[in-house]
């Protein structure tokens, strides 16, 4: 039998930065440029590996708005995988995760064997010349190593016109999640994230 990965993953971040269009292009591979998020949604994917391992995500979605902070931060706990995502033709997004994200994942995220990914998104609109870059990549790495983000957790995508950068960070997000099945901090097996109900129509082979 394939080892099987059961894990929660979370996706923080200042309203509208795209959380939502990442979400519905990796499990439903389809993109809505007005979709707002009310308190929290949820979804699940598994992902089957080349190597013959799995691993089922289940993939919550919180709403960027300040009134949704305290909820935000309910649905963190537990979290295998956070993913902080900020606009990267947006600033001030990106400030707020150093400001208020990053710092929630490490007081509220104590599953063992955590990992936070930094996630640019909206990069269609940087290659496509409509909007600038609001954030160099040297002050995002910067960033990310002040907070315990390895670099090979940091990535840039568009759900709108980029889909391989969506599926490698949802790969990578997998791979890790797989790899780290069954280490606690302790040495002892640990069940991450918790008990994730399965849809059987929604599983993808990536690798």
């Given at each position: 039998m394939p080892e099987e990965t059961d894990a929660k993953v979370v996706l923080c971040g200042k309203q509208d930065v795209g959380k939502t269009c990442l979400i519905n292009r990796f499990v439903h591979n389809t993109f809505c440029e007005t979709s707002t998020t009310i308190g929290c949604s949820f979804a699940t994917k598994r992902v089957a590996l080349r190597d013959g391992r799995a691993s089922t995500l289940a993939i919550w979605d919180t709403a960027g708005q300040e009134?949704?902070?305290?909820?935000?931060?309910?649905?963190?706990?537990?979290?295998?995988?956070?993913?902080?995502?900020?606009?990267l033709t947006d600033r001030a997004s990106f400030q707020e995760l150093e400001d208020r994200w990053l710092p929630e994942l490490s007081k509220v995220c104590d599953t063992a064997g955590f990992r936070?990914?930094?996630?640019?998104?909206?990069l269609d609109l940087v290659l496509d010349g409509f909007c600038s870059r609001g954030v160099a990549r040297e002050e995002v790495l910067a960033m990310a190593a002040r907070n315990g983000v390895d670099a090979s957790d940091i990535f840039e995508t568009s759900a709108k016109s980029k889909v391989e950068t969506v599926e490698a960070l949802f790969e990578r997000i997998a791979a890790c999640c797989a790899e780290g099945a069954g280490d606690g901090a302790?040495?002892?097996?640990?069940?991450?994230?918790?008990?994730?109900?399965r849809r059987k129509d929604e599983c993808c082979v990536l690798g």
């Amino acid at each position: 039998m394939p080892e099987e990965t059961d894990a929660k993953v979370v996706l923080c971040g200042k309203q509208d930065v795209g959380k939502t269009c990442l979400i519905n292009r990796f499990v439903h591979n389809t993109f809505c440029e007005t979709s707002t998020t009310i308190g929290c949604s949820f979804a699940t994917k598994r992902v089957a590996l080349r190597d013959g391992r799995a691993s089922t995500l289940a993939i919550w979605d919180t709403a960027g708005q300040e009134r949704f902070h305290a909820l935000s931060a309910y649905y963190l706990r537990g979290a295998r995988v956070a993913i902080a995502c900020y606009d990267l033709t947006d600033r001030a997004s990106f400030q707020e995760l150093e400001d208020r994200w990053l710092p929630e994942l490490s007081k509220v995220c104590d599953t063992a064997g955590f990992r936070a990914f930094v996630v640019g998104t909206k990069l269609d609109l940087v290659l496509d010349g409509f909007c600038s870059r609001g954030v160099a990549r040297e002050e995002v790495l910067a960033m990310a190593a002040r907070n315990g983000v390895d670099a090979s957790d940091i990535f840039e995508t568009s759900a709108k016109s980029k889909v391989e950068t969506v599926e490698a960070l949802f790969e990578r997000i997998a791979a890790c999640c797989a790899e780290g099945a069954g280490d606690g901090a302790d040495g002892s097996t640990v069940r991450v994230g918790g008990a994730v109900p399965r849809r059987k129509d929604e599983c993808c082979v990536l690798g």
